[in-house]
């Protein structure tokens, strides 16, 4: 939220594009991270690269709260300090991996479900945190011996070193290796130096079914792309729709969102026990549909045009959008300065967006509505994947693929602003919206293609020996 502003203090001359960058770099180093560390966990002690990689992010963390200090080139320090937290951030894929080698297939969606849970409860608390850190102001506090600013931008990120701090501790004190095998009866782990490993061979990869594991690693390309979609365009299209400032689309949205966590975190929690009674298929298909519903509601339905932006126009004339300014990045558009002779902030929808002139306007219900189906589908879509995954691969250690999947979604958060930038920007939301229902479609078909084989490892090797009898 503070990244904007921070970027405009420390370097006058970043531009909005700019910005972008420093936005995506975040998936970026996450998404070359995630298959390192997995591959890391899957031969050495799962702590060595969890307290590695914890460390990067805290000293990345001080990097970004120090990018004011340096005379030139304070963007690229920031750029750096925003990809080298997205690399620390790539041992989600060893804290997946560890959980599904340290529960049994039945705990194994109550497990998943809680740590998604607690993902979604740092997703309510992140902007209420920020919000508390802008009571320090601009200018806070300043330690000149360190030449350390304690402000409402670096307050956060040094909260967040903190906390880095504590979970190192954390790892050394409390953590300890656990292994066991589908059944949930204990057994050796390959993270334990000097110990031979008595679950199945490594060979036992080729039993793995490898259509099943790349489905799943579309399908949950498409649920991250979708909602990374739904996240970076609620500002700009309640600002077009609704005619709100900059202020307010980000007061709103931050309580819509905060909303959307709560809503995720009660989800989180019913699926647990729903999954026993359905199963994870089911509920991944019933979630696919729930998200369909969501975005096919914010397609625009009525007769009344949103109110135009007139700005900068003129001779009554309505500008068309040169083939150069198809690759100008979403942000970019969104955060053009206001002229020096304004002192009012334009609202509305922009003439410079033709479709303006001849889309209906969303209504406030749609998207509430849509806000409250999509915060309903995607925690099931995306705990019953990471399940689903994990089932599906069995008892060898999950760290690569874990990575894989991992960095599969980082992937869909970088393309998710893009395909925003493209097509919202200069087709208009029905455009938006109608295509992303086609590729939720696309990948409801693909999940009944591949339904009968999204089954747990020990289940399908069972089958495979009684057929081989």
Known sequence: MSVWPYLQKIDPT????????IIASYSIGQMVASPLFGLWSNYRPRREPLVISTAISVAANCLYAYVHVPHSHNRYYMLAAR???GFGAGNVAVVRSYIAGATSLMERTSTMANTSACQAVGFILGPVFQTCFTLIG????TWKLVQLQLNMYT???????LLGVINIILFFSIFREHQV????RQCKSVNFEGEESNIPDQDAEGNIDHVAVVAINFLFFVILFVFAVFETIATPLTMDMYSWTRKEAVFYNGIILSMVGIESVIVFMVVKMLSKKTGERAILHGGLLIVLVGFFILLPWGK???NIQWQ??????????????????????????LPSNHTVEPVGCPVTQSWCLNTPMIYLAQYISSDILIGLGYPVCNVMSYTLYSKILGPKPQGVYMGWLTASGSGARILGPVFVSQIYTHLGPRWAFSLICGVVV?????????YKRLIAFSVRYGRMQEENC
């Open 181 to 184: 095998d589908d059944m949930g």
């Open 14 to 21: 970043a531009d909005a594009s700019f910005l972008g960058w």
């Open 155 to 161: 307050a956060p990120v040094l909260f967040a070193a």
């Open 442 to 450: 696309v990948s409801l078909l693909l999940l009944e293609i591949v």
């Open 138 to 141: 601009e200018e806070g506090i």
């Open 312 to 337: 900068e126009i003129k001779n009554n004339s309505i500008p068309r959008t040169a083939a150069t300014e198809m690759l100008m990045p979403f942000w970019s558009l969104q955060a053009t300065p």
């Open 83 to 85: 990809a080298l937290v």
């Open 304 to 306: 009344k045009l949103p």
